[in-house]
């Protein structure tokens, strides 16, 4: 069996940055495009609408426009791409081992970039109505709450931008938050204040999803100011609390940190095994932009390049 120079696992900004730098490298990149979203590579950029803060692209671009955009010139320089998740790794030796199907290829370093995926609440209700009322992606199930009564969780930018979003189509956006105060950075905040179609709950958590067997109805929610628990109508419920990062196949191989994201040394992306490398939204809670996913993703490639040529 052959054994590749690098795989990349991941297809967002970060993957497919690391497979051009890779690519133009003459280091033939294999790239391994995640199909969990709905069998759509391209990560979470696929789930939004404009991006209005790529430099570049004055005019702003769609999300998904720009993942094929990334494709085509990681393509370009050659890297070769296989549509499949990969569903186990063994790092215990070169060449790390990576499975993908039925299949598994050898290679000599390893970019990690498996980017991260949306949290849910747990509670009563939120899984029996997810596709008939309950998501967590404002852009794709958006379209379906014409004129509808919908509500937001979360003081993020992730909530704020749902939430201007949905007025697009809704008749009326909820945002409910569990305190006083947004975490949101100020312009969206301010975008979302001004907007006529949005009111804030505070002080709220929701409590369960109530519908009618065949739909969401509805909100038991709880005032955690005053223990109050009300009814609260509703037709649609955006979750946008937050992200977790996508590496359960690579526990007990790398060294994650409390909240399960990659932890690489400082100033590199080098992980806790040597010739592994990571980049994007699964080494980074903190900024999770697709500019900085893509920054890191051309470290990787960079780290993993230079690496090689060390070992040779
Ligand atoms: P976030 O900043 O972590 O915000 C998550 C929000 O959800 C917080 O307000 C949090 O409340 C709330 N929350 C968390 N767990 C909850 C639970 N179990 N129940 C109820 N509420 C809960 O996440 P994000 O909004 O997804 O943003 C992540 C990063 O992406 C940020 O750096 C953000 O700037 C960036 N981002 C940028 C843009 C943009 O620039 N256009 C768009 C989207 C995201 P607390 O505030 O009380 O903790």
Excluded at 20 to 28: D, F, L, N, S, V
Excluded at 240 to 263: Q, R
Aim: proline fraction near 4%.
């Amino acid at each position: 069996m052959e054994t590749e120079n690098v795989i990349i696992i991941g297809s967002g900004p970060a993957g497919y940055t690391a497979a051009i730098y890779a690519a133009r490298a003459e280091m033939k990149p294999l790239l391994f495009e995640g199909q969990s979203l709905g069998g759509q590579p391209g990560g979470q950029l696929m789930l939004t609408t404009e991006v209005e803060n790529f430099p570049g692209f004055p005019e702003g671009m769609m999300g998904p426009e720009m993942m094929q955009q990334f494709k085509k010139q990681a393509e370009r320089f050659g890297t070769r791409i296989i549509p499949e998740d990969v569903t186990e790794v063994d790092f215990a030796v070169q060449p790390f081992k990576v499975k993908a199907g039925d299949k598994e290829f050898h290679a000599k370093s390893i970019i990690v970039c498996t980017g991260a995926q949306a949290m849910w609440l747990g509670i009563p209700g939120e899984g029996d109505y997810q596709g008939h009322g309950v998501s967590a992606c404002a852009t794709c199930d958006g379209f379906f709450f014409r004129d509808k009564e919908i509500v937001v969780i979360g003081g993020g930018d992730s909530a704020m931008e749902e939430a201007n979003f949905l007025t697009k189509f809704a008749k009326k956006v909820t945002v409910m938050h569990r305190r006083e105060g947004l975490r949101a950075s100020k312009i969206m905040q301010e975008r979302a204040m001004k907007n006529p179609k949005i009111e804030f709950l505070w002080n709220t958590e929701v409590r369960e999803v109530l519908g009618d067997g065949q739909k969401m109805t509805g909100l038991k929610i709880y005032n955690n100011q005053t223990n109050d628990v009300s009814e609260f109508p509703a037709e649609g419920l955006f979750i946008a609390i937050g992200h977790k990062p996508n590496t359960n196949i690579f526990n007990g191989w790398l060294e994650l940190d409390a909240k399960g994201y990659i932890v690489v040394k400082s100033d590199s992306t080098q992980t806790s095994v040597e010739g592994v490398f990571a980049g994007g939204d699964v080494i980074d809670h903190k900024y999770r932009q697709a500019i900085t996913a893509a920054g890191t993703g051309c470290m990787a490639a960079l780290d993993a390049e230079r690496w090689l040529a060390d070992q040779e």
